[in-house]
């Protein structure tokens, strides 16, 4: 029996984005992404390992090297219209945030269950993580832009800030692909069932 199951659920890539080394958190919009098994060629957030970070201190002293499932930042094209209302702003580039994919049409994208795949139509697979909690450093780049709105952007994105996943099969993604959401086959997990 098949571990993952097919959803009718796909959403498509209306932005593609790449953090250059050097340039900080905001990404470059590009046509496409060429992936291998270490993530988005010229990408800041590439490589196979990665330091530890704040997000998993109580696993890893900080700074320790561990795998990277922090390659790809994937955003939802109407999660982002929220925030932007939320901030009372017309919009909120997906630069302005480090998105590599944004993408329209998938339900509730940051709330996808981990280990969902999302495929492309070469066959290019990107299993998710984690949900990429709000934190203050795309506050700063919005700070630029639209000036005494950065310290909103936190609680503003909290629960809208997309997923971090990581290259399972490497393709080509090119805008305006489909990228189709398969989740786990498995009973959601709840701290009821084992106590």
């Known amino acids: 029996m098949p571990a993952l199951r097919p959803t009718h659920f796909s959403g498509e890539i209306v932005f593609l984005g790449q953090v250059e080394p050097g340039h900080g958190l905001a990404s470059k919009p590009v046509e496409r992404l060429v992936l291998g098994f270490d993530g988005a060629e010229g990408e800041t957030h590439s490589g196979l390992t990665r330091p530890s970070c704040s997000r998993v201190l109580d696993l890893h002293p900080k700074g320790t090297e561990i795998a990277n499932t922090r390659q790809l930042t994937i955003l939802s094209d109407e999660e982002l219209a929220e925030t932007a209302f939320a901030l009372h702003i017309p919009r909120l580039a997906p630069e302005w945030v480090g998105a590599s994919i944004v993408l329209r049409g998938l339900p509730d994208l940051t709330h996808l269950p981990p280990s969902s795949r999302l495929q492309g139509p070469d066959g290019a697979t990107l299993v998710v993580d984690m949900e990429n909690l709000a934190c203050v450093l795309p506050g700063k780049v919005l700070e630029h832009h ?19 996943a990581w290259v399972e099969r490497p393709g080509v993604l090119a805008l305006g692909d489909t990228l189709r959401l398969f989740v786990p086959a498995q009973r959601r997990w709840s701290e009821e069932h084992n106590l």
Request: net charge positive; aromatic share 6%.
């Open 146 to 164: 639209h000036p005494g709105k950065g310290a909103r952007y936190k609680p503003a994105a909290s629960g809208r800030r997309g997923i971090v």
